[in-house]
């Protein structure tokens, strides 16, 4: 080992140790308290903007938008709920950089170099998610959903024998349930999309193969389909795009998982590390036990 991969000089004892996680977990949540502080103050733009899928499906339809509260307290709670969620978003950079520092000390200078760019990517897959999921699912799931209105003749008196005028079954939204199907898909998106990040970094650990992962893959479909069931609502449309996109995404992380294994091999023969004879060797066992099964 070079003495430009050595682990910084951080010897403290272990007390030290938790009284720097003590400190730093209080900074995280007087940054997201902060971030929440902010958001609460703005709780109805922010709200508006969120409704933006739902009112454009209406506007298409010729309808107004507007949702309603069922209950005194649910204006609070639904404010309580986006400041949450976009304390937490404004909060997350200054989280990260804390977790980062905390861990940091401990890492090879290679490790750092290695790790770093999962770091920052993180991030970055999470918004893509959650943008994928705003701009693009939510509206068509919402136009799926109000597709099933029908509408009567309305105002319009009934003579007596006459037969009664069709019902008329519009959509009448409470805000809270909206914000909780909103938020859910943004979240759940938002994970999914973590899936490359994931994989690689363990691909880069040595926890998983792009063969390997290869040969789970009709596993990974049952699994992915299991998932779309349960994250997203009973519509069809809606399970069948996040089956797509997670299924994509899988794709991706064996490409990236193989390739961090090309840049692996690569290294090790250069410093001498890596037989060519004695994994050609490897791999025709491994091609003989194939044949056997």
């Known amino acids: 080992m070079s003495k430009t991969d050595e682990i910084e000089d951080t010897s403290a004892p272990l007390i030290e140790h938790l009284a720097e996680l003590r400190t730093r977990l209080i900074h995280c949540v007087v940054a997201f308290l902060v971030g929440m502080i902010i958001c609460f103050t703005v709780a109805t733009p922010l709200f508006n903007f969120l409704t933006n899928p739902l009112c454009e499906v209406l506007t298409e339809r010729g309808q107004d938008c507007g949702l309603i509260f069922i209950s005194p307290q649910e204006g609070f709670f639904v404010a309580i709920k986006v400041s949450l969620l976009g304390g937490f978003i404004l909060a997350f950079p200054y989280i990260g950089m804390q977790m980062w520092r905390f861990v940091a000390p401990g890492l090879y200078k290679s490790e750092k170099n290695a790790f770093l760019p999962f770091m920052l990517a993180s991030p970055f897959m999470f918004l893509l998610g959650a943008s994928f999921a705003f701009y693009v699912v939510t509206p068509l799931a919402y136009d799926f959903f109000l597709g099933f209105q029908q509408f009567g003749a309305e105002g319009e008196a009934v003579a007596e024998g006459a037969t009664p005028a069709p019902l008329s079954v519009v959509f009448q939204g409470s805000a809270q349930e909206y914000l909780n199907l909103t938020i859910k898909f943004i979240v759940a998106f938002g994970l999914c999309f973590q899936l490359p990040v994931l994989l690689t970094l363990m691909g880069k650990a040595g926890l998983v193969s792009a063969?390997?992962?290869?040969?789970?893959?009709?596993?990974?479909?049952?699994?992915?389909?299991?998932?779309?069931?349960?994250?997203?609502?009973?519509?069809?449309?809606?399970?069948?795009?996040?089956?797509?996109?997670?299924?994509?995404?899988?794709?991706?992380?064996?490409?990236?998982?193989?390739?961090?294994?090309?840049?692996?091999?690569?290294?090790?023969?250069?410093?001498?590390?890596?037989?060519?004879?004695?994994?050609?060797?490897?791999?025709?066992?491994?091609?003989?036990?194939?044949?056997?099964?």
């Open 211 to 293: 063969e390997g992962l290869g040969a789970v893959r009709k596993y990974a479909v049952v699994g992915i389909l299991v998932l779309a069931a349960i994250v997203t609502p009973p519509d069809v449309i809606t399970q069948i795009i996040l089956f797509v996109v997670v299924y994509g995404l899988y794709e991706i992380s064996i490409f990236l998982v193989a390739r961090v294994e090309r840049k692996r091999e690569e290294q090790l023969r250069a410093d001498g590390y890596y037989d060519d004879e004695e994994a050609e060797a490897d791999e025709d066992l491994m091609q003989e036990f194939e044949d056997k099964k």
